[in-house]
Nanobody
Framework: QVQLVESGGGSVQAGESLRLSCAAS????????MGWFRKAPGKEREGVAS???????KYADSVKGRFTVSRDNAKNTLWLQMDSLKPEDTAMYYC????????????????????WGQGTQVTVVS
């Protein structure tokens, strides 16, 4: 069964850090383009970061320099380290996997991902 399970969300003060994890089962994360997305109330789902099969990473401009995506092949897990969090980072965060192909030269759109986790809530208070 192909599945993604996120964890690590919570409520933090602005400037603090959180690390999200995305545990995969039923497939190997290293063989797929993986991504992190977020959705805030009243806003569209936004691509945050991607991690390609060759370990190339991409980030949204809004998180560059603050967020770091990484992959642990031994644990079959994708991580998102979020530092210097801001209130505008408040959202439900999701990880996703593409079924075919690499991520490519830019953040792939959400419609190109076929497997999604249930999400984990991140709330940043000022």
């Amino acid at each position: 069964q192909v599945q993604l399970v996120e964890s690590g969300g919570g409520s933090v003060q602005a400037g603090e850090s959180l690390r999200l994890s995305c545990a995969a089962s039923g497939f190997i994360v290293g063989h797929r383009c993986m991504g992190w997305f977020r959705k805030a109330p009243g806003k569209e789902r936004e691509g945050v970061a991607s991690f390609d099969t060759d370990s190339t990473t991409k980030y949204a401009d809004s998180v560059k320099g603050r967020f770091t995506v990484s992959r642990d092949n031994a644990k079959n897990t994708l991580w998102l380290q979020m530092d210097s969090l801001k209130p505008e980072d408040t959202a439900m965060y999701y990880c996703a996997a593409r079924e075919f192909g690499v991520c490519g030269g830019s953040l792939p759109p959400p419609g190109s991902y076929s497997v999604w986790g249930q999400g984990t809530q991140v709330t940043v208070v000022s």
